[in-house]
Structure formats: structure tokens, C-alpha cells
């Protein structure tokens, strides 16, 4: 149990009120403040678009601007006029970062929530620019209410193909050939109308293809569909995972895959508007409601979650993004659960805090390279909001307890989303699981490495699990100091 942990952070900072002591915040310190204080930011997605070895963001607005910032050493330097993304025209409501050309450089696909105006491919002129290519490759998407788009290798042939959710139509799937991309699957599996809005793939069978958990809105069951090569076949009735009854107003709004409990099992955590949901996964092909076990099933309006470590205790702590109020009056109610030891979960977030700032988008990033995740924030609905980005303010020591991965193609290149991450003590003993991303926040998906708290670890061994068309690939890294990736990640390409 990491209780104590949490009184650590804590301490010092709480007040006594009516002989009750009102806890504040963990320590974060909100960074730039003038420079993201934007309102109407919806999704907000990181990766390194020039390749200098630290994260830089991508956020959509509500105008239809995307607002680029280069990461300087840790300062933001807004760059996406500049480079050639657009500054107004109607909103993009998603961003997905992947190398689609698969040329070295991550390129942005920005989905538009308009049916009149095309989704967009901006294609990364080597870190110098960029440029809309979605009408040449066949992505325009036309006639869609983005949300989520997840840039995976269904097929496991090697490049990246999209899937993009549609909350007021199909779902559309599409097939990279040679750099051009075709429908596959359509009017069947997972293209079917649900109006979804989440979707997250995993492989939830551990048979080697990435499956696809799909959360629907408006009073729809959510999906789970398995990946049997020639079909996808939705499991998640006879698995209990389709959470059936809801009202018409209630829904999954996102999902969120990590492993909480660092049993080795990815779970997957679902922001609902009702009651929010954690699928436990047992490693066999099944999954357990958690929530209200663990208290992480409140009663909400949830859009957009997160997972990270925030502490470097070596369990991963989940951000929800939440809000109250009816249009243009939305009030942020968000949490942040310090996971207590695999155990459950405590809110550490004071009602109307500093942290308690967004409504929409969410990731933890460490965006300066310290060792610690940082909070990165969205807040749409308020004619006051930003995309905020919180600084974690963790003791240096404490920050350096921990452990990035990038996991790459065998070229060097950002094209394995979905590969899962493990590192394990030199006992044996598994220390903490992850997954390159295929979506989660809002409607959005980053190239970033793997977090791991590793407190009182000085060498692991790091092994890393790649889908293929013959199964489960594992390649392992023994005797990593962790000590010597300060300041930096452990890069990891695929053997073959």
C-alpha cells in the first residue's frame, strides 16, 4: 500500500476547517500560463515532431486552428501557423500522432466533427512543416462527427492503417496498401453505427493481432471485437463488457488501457456519462467490473482519462476529466486517483482546485525530463478555459525513480502502437506494465514513450511484446541501469 506515500505529498498542505483537515493538491505548478490560456481546446495530443528527443503538442480548437507548440528545453514556442497547420475554419475535434509514411517523422491526423468540411492528414515534412495530404492518400473521411482515430497495424503487415469513429454514423476502418488507404470491413464488425466515441485496441487474447474496445454514446452497449484476421466478431455481451440498460443520455466517452494492478494484465478504464467502469483483465481472455471495488465508479459526466504514475510509486494513477452544468455554463469536476498499491483507489483532488481545470482532454507527459509526468489539460466549455499544463513538481531524487520507453519499428520509426511494455526486478518480480498508445484522452493519441515508476530500482530488465502475423514476439533487455536514462528514454526497435 502506498498511503503513506500520498500523506507524503500532502503533508504540509492541508488546513484545518471546522476541526476537519482539507487536503490540497498534489504539487504541480501550472506552466506558460498566458501563452495556453485559450478557451475552447478540445483535444490535445504530444509527440516529438523534429526528432530532438522531447515531446511537443498538438491541440484542436474549437475554431478550427490547431495550435502547435515546439518544446524548446521545456519551453513552448507556439509554431503551427508557421508550419503550415490551419488557424481557423470549423473545429477538428481529434488528433492522432503516427507515421503513416512510415519515413522517419510522426505526421498529425486531425478528425473533423463537421460532416461539411474533410478530416485531415498532415503529413511531416522532416520536422520543417507540414502539409494536408489526406485527399492523395484517400483519408478525407467525409460526411463524419469525429472522434477517436487510432493510427494500428490490424493486419500486423507492417504498416500503419487508421480506424475512425463516428458518433453520428458508421465506423469506417481503413487498410494502408502501398501508402493509399482503402475500407476494409464495410457494413460489418466493427464499421457498424453505434455512435461511438472511445476506442482503444489491445490484445486482449495475447494471440498476437490487436483487438478494438469501442465505448458508445447514447444509450449504446459498448464492444469489444475480437481480432480473428478475416472477420471481427464483438465478444463483450458474452464477456459482461457490453454494459447493457443505459438511458439514452448515458454512454462510454472514451477509454483508457493500462495495468493498475501490475498483475502483467492490461486493463481498461472506461469515463462514462453514468457510472464510470474498470475492466480488470485475467490474463485469460476475461475482464471484471472493478470500479466500485477500487472507488473509481462515481456517478458523472466523464469525457477523457489517463494514466500515469504521477508519483513514481510504481503504481499508475488514473486522471478523469469530468464537468457539470449545462451549455455554455460547464463547470470542470474532475479526479485524479492515487492508486494505493494495486488496492484501489482515493481522489486527491480538491473540489475548484488548481488541477481541477479541465473538461476534455488528458495525458500525462513528461514534457522537461525530469522523470516525473507532468499534467497536460484540455478545457472546451468555458469562455475562460486553456489547455493547461501542469508541472510536477516531484523532488529531483524522486523524479529520477523511473524509467521511459520508445518502442520503434526495426528502422527507427513510430509504428508499433499497441506494443506492450513490462519491466521486471532482477528477481523475477514484475515492477509495472504498459502500452505504446492507440488512443485515449479525448479523442486523441500521442507517440510517446512508456512511463514506469521504479522507486529503489537501479537495474531491471525491460521486456518488450510485438504483435505479428504469427503470433506474440517478445524481446527482452537485461541489466538496464535505470540511473543512465535520466533525462532520457531507452529506445527499443523490433528485431524483425
Known amino acids: 500500500m502506498s498511503r503513506s506515500l500520498t500523506t507524503l505529498l500532502l503533508a504540509g498542505a492541508a488546513l484545518m476547517l471546522g476541526g476537519a483537515a482539507q487536503a490540497a493538491d498534489p504539487p504541480f505548478a501550472p506552466v506558460q500560463q498566458e501563452l495556453l490560456g485559450m478557451a475552447g481546446s478540445l483535444s490535445n495530443a504530444w509527440a516529438d515532431l523534429d526528432n530532438d528527443g522531447d515531446l511537443d503538442l498538438a491541440v484542436s480548437m474549437k475554431s478550427g486552428e490547431i495550435r502547435l507548440y515546439r518544446n524548446d528545453k521545456g519551453v513552448l514556442v507556439s509554431v ?155 465478444v463483450a455481451a458474452s464477456l459482461g463488457m457490453a454494459s447493457p440498460g443505459r438511458k439514452p443520455t448515458e454512454g462510454g466517452v472514451g477509454c483508457a488501457v493500462g495495468d493498475y494492478d501490475n498483475d502483467g494484465n492490461l486493463d481498461i478504464f472506461v469515463p462514462n456519462y453514468g457510472r464510470n467502469a474498470l475492466w480488470r483483465g485475467d490474463g485469460k481472455g476475461g475482464f471484471s467490473n472493478v470500479a466500485a471495488a477500487t472507488g473509481v465508479d462515481l456517478e458523472n459526466e466523464a469525457v477523457g482519462a489517463s494514466w500515469g504514475d504521477y508519483d513514481n510509486d510504481g503504481y499508475p494513477d488514473l486522471s478523469v476529466m469530468s464537468y457539470v452544468g449545462a451549455a455554455p455554463n460547464q463547470v470542470p469536476t474532475d479526479a ?34 525530469d522523470g516525473a509526468v507532468d499534467l497536460s489539460l484540455t478545457d472546451g466549455y468555458s469562455d475562460k478555459g486553456g489547455h493547461f499544463l501542469f508541472r510536477n513538481a516531484l523532488p529531483k531524487a524522486q523524479a529520477r525513480q523511473s524509467l521511459q520507453v520508445t518502442v520503434l519499428d526495426a528502422k527507427g520509426r513510430f509504428t508499433q502502437q499497441g506494443a506492450e511494455v513490462r519491466v521486471y526486478a532482477p528477481n523475477g518480480k514484475l515492477l509495472g506494465s504498459g502500452q505504446v498508445s492507440t488512443g485515449g484522452g479525448y479523442g486523441a493519441q500521442g507517440a510517446t514513450p512508456v512511463h514506469f515508476g521504479l522507486p529503489g530500482a537501479s537495474r531491471v530488465t525491460v521486456e518488450v511484446t510485438f504483435m505479428s502475423a504469427t503470433g506474440r514476439k517478445v524481446q527482452r533487455i537485461e541489466k538496464v541501469d535505470v540511473k543512465a536514462y535520466a533525462g532520457k528514454s531507452l529506445v527499443v526497435r523490433r528485431a524483425s
Not at 517523422?105 to 502539409?131: I, M
Not at 493481432?209 to 480473428?228: I, P, V, Y
Not at 485524479?336 to 507527459?365: Q, R
Open 80 to 234: 503551427g501557423a508557421a508550419m503550415g497547420l490551419p488557424t481557423a475554419g470549423g473545429e477538428f475535434r481529434a488528433l492522432s500522432w503516427g507515421d503513416y509514411d512510415a519515413d522517419g517523422w510522426v505526421d498529425l491526423l486531425a478528425g473533423s466533427s463537421l460532416p461539411e468540411k474533410p478530416t485531415a492528414v498532415f503529413r511531416n515534412q522532416a520536422g520543417k512543416g507540414f502539409k494536408d495530404v489526406a485527399a492523395d492518400i484517400g483519408l478525407t473521411i467525409p460526411g463524419r462527427a469525429s472522434r477517436q482515430n487510432n493510427w494500428i497495424d490490424y493486419d500486423n503487415d507492417g504498416d500503419l492503417d487508421l480506424f475512425a469513429t463516428d458518433r453520428a454514423g458508421p465506423n469506417r476502418l481503413y487498410r494502408n496498401d502501398g501508402g493509399r488507404y482503402v475500407q476494409a470491413f464495410v457494413g460489418a464488425g466493427p464499421t457498424e453505427f453505434r455512435s461511438t466515441v472511445g476506442a482503444c485496441w489491445l490484445d486482449y487474447d495475447k494471440d498476437g493481432d490487436l483487438d478494438l474496445f469501442l465505448a458508445n454514446q447514447s444509450g449504446k452497449t459498448d464492444a469489444l471485437w475480437r481480432n480473428d484476421g478475416s472477420a471481427f466478431v464483438d
Open 336 to 369: 485524479l486517483f492515487h492508486n494505493e498499491g494495486g488496492k484501489g483507489f482515493v481522489n486527491v483532488l480538491t473540489k475548484g482546485g488548481p488541477l481541477d481545470a479541465g473538461d476534455h482532454g488528458v495525458t500525462w507527459v513528461d514534457y522537461d525530463r
